[in-house]
T-cell receptor, first 111, second 114 residues
């Protein structure tokens, strides 16, 4: 099976940097993804790491260490609009591998 | 492209009633899936499909049926609704080969079972 752990809540101030960690256990691993969800709306894709290392997309970066079964999402220059829930997700084996999500981290950005 | 569409947006059922949640996508994605989201529980996979005629169970399949007769449509059926099925249901789709495995979600169906 697959399971993921991430903090339930994180609070930071506008302009700061915040890191959301994710550890996972899976029998077959084909990548770690991150999704953002505002106010219960449709989750939207942020990033995907298949290999170890850092992927950068604008203010957001995502890191993966397969040997540690660990990844994180780094948000820089925080803005009020970044207040949302963030989910890590692991993709199981095969092209049709199912995507299993963590329970989500609620980020609150304060002025 | 409309992306992933879901109907209805809201639904109230009585215990024991049946209904079908509709999901369609126009991106020619092979992979489609259904999730439910409850407070503090994240997104839990109900069923998924890797192509027409192929479906499989996810983490919480009990009480739900699916079928995939076309690439575009992936309906979710509740045969006998129970209050425990009160939740927000999201349908999602993605390509199965290569790329960044980006999964696209529909707007959700908010279901209440009384």
């Amino acid at each position: 099976g697959q399971s993921l752990e991430q903090p339930s809540e994180v609070t930071a101030v506008e302009g700061a940097i915040v890191q959301i960690n994710c550890t996972y256990q899976t029998s077959g691993f084909y990548g770690l993804s991150w999704y953002q969800q505002h106010d219960g709306g449709a989750p939207t894709f942020l990033s995907y790491n298949a290999l170890d290392g850092l992927e950068e997309t604008g203010r957001f970066s995502s890191f993966l260490s397969r040997s540690d079964s660990y990844g994180y999402l780094l948000l820089q220059e925080l803005q009020m609009k970044d207040s949302a829930s963030y989910f890590c997700a692991v993709k199981g084996s095969g092209q049709g591998g199912k995507l299993i999500f963590g329970q989500g981290t609620e980020l609150s950005v304060k002025p | 492209n409309a992306g992933v569409t879901q109907t209805p947006k809201f639904q109230v059922l009585k215990t024991g009633q049946s209904m079908t949640l509709q999901c369609a996508q126009d991106m020619n994605h092979e992979y489609m899936s259904w999730y439910r989201q409850d407070p503090g529980m994240g997104l839990r996979l109900i069923h998924y499909s890797v192509g027409a005629g192929i479906t499989d169970q996810g983490e919480v399949p009990n009480g739900y049926n699916v079928s995939r007769s076309t690439t575009e449509d992936f309906p979710l059926r509740l045969l006998s609704a129970a209050p425990s099925q009160t939740s927000v249901y999201f349908c999602a789709s993605r390509l199965t080969g290569g790329g960044n495995n980006e999964q696209f979600f529909g707007p959700g169906t908010r279901l209440t079972v009384l």
